[in-house]
């Protein structure tokens, strides 16, 4: 059985960093694309970084331009687990973060294959 499991959120105030961690079970991810979407009160889910396969041990990130600048997103050495460092927080990225992850090289929302179950993260003013 495939599963993505977040940890990490929580509550900073504005400014303030914050590190997402995504651990994958139940098959192998290593040419998966995976990354990360959120979504807000009363807003839809968006996407927010993602990280896919190049070649050999070769990773491309790419981010949503809300947050280019802000987050980076990496992967475990055992390319199973994902990272997602948020510095320079703001309000407005409070949310729930979803993991997610795609046999597509392409991060969509209608594509994705698995869904973890979300970390809420709350930045205060």
């Known amino acids: 059985q495939v599963q993505l499991v977040e940890s990490g959120g929580g509550l900073v105030q504005a400014g303030g960093s914050l590190r997402l961690s995504c651990a994958a079970s139940g098959r192998t991810f290593t040419t998966y694309t995976m990354g990360w979407f959120r979504q807000a009160p009363g807003k839809e889910r968006e996407f927010v970084a993602a990280t896919r396969w190049s070649s050999g041990s070769t990773y491309y990130a790419y981010y949503a331009d809300s947050v280019k600048g802000r987050f980076t997103i990496s992967r475990g050495n055992a390319k199973n687990t994902v990272y997602l460092q948020m510095s320079s927080l703001k309000p407005e990225d409070t949310a729930v973060y979803y993991c997610?992850?795609?046999?597509?090289?392409?991060?969509?929302?209608?594509?994705?294959?698995?869904w973890g179950q979300g970390t809420q993260v709350t930045v205060s003013s």
């Open positions: 997610a992850a795609t046999q597509f090289q392409t991060m969509d929302l209608r594509g994705v294959d698995y």
